[in-house]
């Protein structure tokens, strides 16, 4: 075949390889308002830097069915994100539903694999009906599918992972954004195991979209999904913003960024959030917007576990993590929901070498028969486990409560390189209205109550800890920014050039 003729035929393949599922699939996306994969590549990665590999692929089971899955339904390759390398892929709908066959599973597994490899992020843009059948059939289909790569699911915290699940997200859509470090979800979509109708036929009668995977479901009970957003624009927007706090692998340090016009201004504004009275509650996230750099705050499962608040921000340029308590949901007491939610904060900062600065207000853990069933002992532990691992610098203040076991987990005690306490603070073993009833057996109300109120109170505040250094300073809420600032620059790991151990790093991304 002359020269001529070999490059027109791969210029031919090609195109027909980019035409994804043809122009009327891709019309009817259009007038669904849903972008196409290209489409949605463009806004993820900066503009003329994706480096496609393993365009030609197509489905192995067939010549039949080779001729219907250009790319086999997955566009993969390298691209630049803020003009860092990443690897990419991304489900093409219009190919069989971007199933999962034999070869797109290679070619995902190749991109994984250098970017674990090379140390460079991974990206994941789901939107898939699951297994292709019948490729995945009888036990040539399962031998050649499933088991066969052992790099296909196997996750070690070494560069981060960040994917978005978005419309139909089944299979290997919902497996990634387990295995991420970073999900975000468009309203709308569905994330489950199955489809509804596979389901529907395993358990016998109909199911609920919603009530199977619905954003609403994995926002406030499951907690897979770290983010949502309204369109397939802000969902690569927000997968752009997350890796702008993360370094490209956990040996190098995060990036540092200008810090913005007006931070830190106004300190005395916390003053006018905390309330003086210990009961009163107030909305932690409001004290912490003063102390970061503007703007910077970047929460993760906002609507998860609300007693605690866990975020990626920036003080003074550089990137950290902040856990905290929120008084304004159940008075800060953190709930089984909550330690999942700051366990699984907690190992990705150490595994990416983020400082952790935790802000305490808390009277302690959830208790009762609910709490029980839902597991909160194992959840506890599991939440000592991950403070006691933790070998980034951290700092934590004490703001007001800091009772029984929840101090420890939440940094107090030997589990800090500093702690420090508002002026405010109390700590002791438990609340101590719980206390007086416990000890002098007086409920509120009866005689004697309040005396025995009094003298147990006298010991809760903070100098006695102050007196013993095991709180390392008392400061004041306004000189809290710049308290912090100092001690992170103090505490930095100069001798392993700023990287953590990372014990953690092969710690369950979804338990």
Sequence with gaps: MAHEDMLSKLDHMRAQAKAMGGPDKLARRREQGKLNAQERLDALVDKDSFFETGLLGRSSFSAKEAAKTPRDGKITGFGRIDGRDVGV??????????????????????????????????????ESTGARLPDAMGSKGMGTMLGNDTTQFRRL??????????????G???????????????????????????????????????????????????????QFVDTDEDAMAMIRQFLSYMPSHNRE???????????????????????????????????????????????IKPRFGKSAVVALARLNGNVVGIVANNPQTGGGALSAEACRKIIDFTVMCDSFNIPIVRFMDTPGFVVGTDAERRGAPGHIMNFMNATCLTTVPQVTVICRKAYGRAYVAMGGGAHNDSMIAWPNAEISFMDPVFATSIVHNLTAGDDGFEAALAEIQKDLEVWDMAQIFSAHDVIKPQETRDYIIRLLEIHQRRLSGGLGQHLMRSWPTSY
């Design 253 to 299: 340090l995060p990036p540092v960024a200008a810090v913005p016009e007006g931070s830190g201004a106004d300190q005395e504004r916390i003053l006018d959030i905390m309330p003086e009275k210990r009961t009163q509650v107030y909305n932690m996230k409001k004290i912490l917007d003063v102390i970061f750099d503007t703007g910077s705050i970047f929460e």
């Design 157 to 170: 915290r070494d560069t981060p992972w960040a994917a978005a699940a978005l419309d139909t997200s089944f």
């Design 89 to 126: 892929v991304i489900n093409d709908f219009t190919t069989k539903g971007a199933s999962t066959g034999a070869i797109n599973s290679k070619k995902m597994g190749y991109i994984r694999k250098t970017c674990t490899e090379r140390g460079m992020p991974f990206v994941h843009i789901g």
């Design 172 to 226: 290997s859509s919902a497996w990634l954004c387990c295995c991420a470090d970073f999900a975000v979800m468009k309203k709308g979509s569905i994330m489950s195991v199955s489809s509804p109708r596979l389901v529907s036929m395993a358990i016998g009668e109909k199911v609920d979209l919603e009530e199977l995977g619905g954003w609403r479901l994995h926002a406030e009970q499951t907690g897979l999904i770290d």
